[in-house]
Structure formats: C-alpha cells, structure tokens
C-alpha cells in the first residue's frame, strides 16, 4: 500500500529508498532506537519496505506502517539509519528523462514523510503533522 | 505615549520612598520628582505585589529556557557540521569505510546529536519564538535536529495543539 500524506512513516528491517537527491544529515541518538545516521531525501522520494521488523511492531513512532511492500511517495523524506556505516548510493534511470539515486539498507530505518507532494493539498489527511506555523497563540 | 526605558536621572526623580501598612496590608510608593508636578505616588496591596514578582520570576524562568534552546541548537550546528565534514572526507576517499566508522565510535561526544522529549506544549511556543525571530521557515525534522527534541514527541506535541 503507498502512503503520500505528511508525517507518514515506515518502519522496517531493510528498505530500499529511491530519490533525486540523498544526502546526509546528522548522527542523532533516537529514544528507544540508538545511534542511528539521519538521511534528507529531497525531491521525488520514495522509501519501500523490503523486510518487516522482527517482532512486527513499532519501535518508535506508534501508527508506523510496518507491513512488506508498503510505501512512502513523497517530495521529501527524512530517515533515520541505526547503522554506523554510510549508505552505498547507485544511480539509476528513474521518471521520463530523469535519474535517481537509489540505496537499500540493512538494519532498522525509520522513514518519515517530511514534505507531501504539493499537487496533492486539496486531499488533506485529517491526522497529518502540520510544519511549524508562523505564530502559536499564547 | 513611548514606553522607552529611561535612566533614574533622566526621570528627574529625586526620591524614592516607600511605605509599608501592615495593619492594612498595603504598600505605598511615594516618587517625588524635582518639581512639584513630577510628584506620584503608586499603592499597591500585598496581593499585587506578590503577582508582580510571580510574572518576574516566570518571564525569568522562561529567559533562562529560552537561553539553553538557543545554546543547544548552537551545539547542534557544530556537531552537525562536524558530521557532515567527516562524510564528506568519506564520499571524497580521504578516509575509508573503517576509518569513517572508527572516528564515530571513538569521538562520539563531537558528532552525536542527543534527541530528547518535550517536557510541555509552552517549550514548543519558546521554539517558535525563536525560530520567529530567526526568520526563516523550518521543517518540522530541521526543527527538532536544531534543538534536540524527539521527532515524535514534536508532532505529538503539535497533534494536540492543532486537535
């Protein structure tokens, strides 16, 4: 099943990730999860579930999609890699003319949807996170 | 009428005394200026006075929050860039896998960004202080990387707030 709303995530043993632009983040210790390498995927993202976890349960965020093949389809997506070792990056052929780089983890990642598709605004999911407004009330 | 802090001697004030009833639980303020017309007095009960201090100390305690927010999204900034140094060394064959590996494990204190939860929903309103008067917009993963707050405890935190 694919998922395109903001704060969607996944949460897996092994998942491949597809997008314009991966790029490195951060090194953050998560609660309940560890040291993990933190991942910006910009631009036509995409992350599937390759391998569910063992037990299948959420680690970290509860509602967490968990089961093989779901999917993420976003603009940008965040993850976060509990492994000390980089990710192997490939390019490959990917939409029309355009290419993609494309790596496939092997231990826990969590991926989050960070920025929706903007074609998609008028299907609003009524849960979904809002970004930071511009003013909070007092 | 402008509401700029002045200086004791700009004010002219010369004198400043204050009373205190006991009997009638109230204090009196007397500020006696250099002419006749600067004279005011102000009283105020107990009561008030206790209020008053209660918002001082409060607007302190916020400061003082407000403070280390803006101290750790500094550390964070360094950490992060130290990181990214260190990938970029990687992904330009300065270093090698292991090599990449080993400095995270051993000099961990200068790479690792520790996420914590919210304590309440007014921690994230000093945030957005911040980040207002910063000026730019944030994505709610940049936000939390910037000031060690758990993902998922921010957009808890901003569920309940937007419910």
């Known amino acids: 099943m694919e998922f395109v709303f903001q704060g969607a995530s996944i949460e897996c043993d092994s998942a491949e990730i597809i997008s314009r632009d991966i790029k490195a983040s951060s090194f953050v ?29 959420a680690l970290y965020k509860p509602g967490s999609h968990l089961d093989k093949d779901d999917t993420l389809k976003s603009e940008d997506i965040v993850i976060y890699i509990n492994s000390l070792k980089s990710v192997k990056k490939e390019v490959i052929p990917f939409s029309h003319r355009h290419k993609a780089q494309k790596t496939i983890t092997k231990c ?31 | 009428m402008e509401n700029n802090i002045i200086s004791y001697r700009e004010t002219g004030i010369d004198k400043f005394l204050g009373y205190n009833n006991q009997e009638k639980n109230f204090y009196r303020f007397k500020i006696e200026g250099r002419n006749q017309e600067e004279h005011f007095s102000i009283t105020l009960t107990s009561n008030e006075i206790d209020n008053l201090f209660e918002q001082f100390r409060f607007h302190s305690e916020i400061n003082i929050i407000k403070d280390n927010y803006c101290f750790t999204a500094i550390n964070n900034l360094i950490k992060k860039n130290n990181f990214l140094q260190l990938s970029l060394q990687l992904s330009e064959n300065q270093i090698t896998e292991e090599d990449f590996e080993k400095e995270l494990d051993e000099n961990i ?48 935190e901003l569920l309940t707030l937007y419910k």
């Not at chain 1, 609660?31 to 569910?52: D, M, T, V």
């Not at chain 2, 309103?125 to 910037?146: A, H, M, Q, R, T």
Request: proline share 6%; hydrophobic share 35%.
């Open chain 1, 29 to 57: 210790n998560l609660p309940e999860i560890g040291n993990c390498q933190k991942y910006n995927c910009k631009r036509n993202s995409e992350a599937k579930i390759l391998e569910e976890l063992e037990p299948k349960r």
């Open chain 1, 108 to 138: 826990f990642t969590y991926a989050e949807i960070s920025l929706q598709f903007p074609n998609i605004q008028a299907l609003k999911d009524p849960r979904q996170v809002p970004a930071i407004p511009d003013e909070l009330e007092e």
């Open chain 2, 109 to 156: 204190g200068n790479y690792l960004i520790e996420m914590k939860n919210l304590v309440n929903s007014s921690e994230l309103k000093i945030i957005s202080n911040i980040l207002l008067s910063i000026g730019k917009s944030f994505s709610v993963d940049e936000v939390s990387e910037l000031f060690s707050v758990d993902l998922k405890s921010m957009n808890n």
